[in-house]
């Protein structure tokens, strides 16, 4: 009995890992449009985030390039603790034109209860203003090759450990990368 218990507790947990991203198990020539549409624009990942760091105040803590209708876009996220706002923008692929952005309060009237949930980006954004490193930082660190896409990027810490995991795509496939947040160096992923 237990260990059926621990085999459907290990079934949901690499179910649930698995569906994280929304790129996982896309048919490669999804990807391949997404790739033409950006060098064609010229706008990549890294521009879009750069633009979002300009036009407004705060941390970005992620990225995603996301589809909607077979419509790409650029979505990144960022805290401003100042204001007490997550924000999420959303950018053309095309152009790099904001297309939309949603601001949400990081505290409600019921943030103090101990049953609601806390929003753990809250406490990395603030260890990453510690240290002098970005999401951006994390995505030159990995030296991109040329015909890759980002996909994703994402604040992440486990263990202790403040990191980034980045996940592009090239010609080997998908790739993942895990950088330290604070050192800026890499975190060796290790293959099965």
Do not use: C
């Not at 034109?97 to 049953?115: G, H, I, M, N, T």
């Amino acid at each position: 009995m237990k260990s059926r218990k621990s085999l459907t507790a290990f079934t949901l947990i690499t179910l649930i890992s698995l569906s994280n991203s929304s790129w996982a198990g896309t048919d490669e020539s999804l990807i391949a449009v997404a790739q033409k549409a950006i060098d064609e624009s010229g706008f990549t990942a890294q521009q879009s985030i750069k633009k979002v760091q300009q036009l407004y105040p705060g941390v970005v803590y992620q990225y995603e390039l996301d589809d909607d209708d077979d419509e790409y876009f650029h979505e990144v996220k960022l805290i401003d603790t100042d204001a007490d706002e997550k924000i999420k923008i959303t950018l053309s692929i095309e152009d790099g034109e904001v297309l939309s952005e949603q601001r949400d309060s990081l505290f409600s009237w019921f943030s103090w209860l101990p049953w609601v949930s806390k929003n753990k980006n809250i406490a990395r954004v603030k260890q990453l203003l510690d240290s002098e490193n970005s999401l951006l930082s994390a995505i030159n660190s990995i030296q991109l090759e040329q015909n890759s896409i980002l996909l994703d990027v994402e604040l992440e810490q486990k263990q202790g450990v403040l990191f980034f995991e980045i996940d592009s795509f090239g010609i080997d496939g998908e790739k993942e990368w895990l950088i330290d947040a604070n050192s800026n160096t890499l975190i060796p992923v290790f293959q099965r």
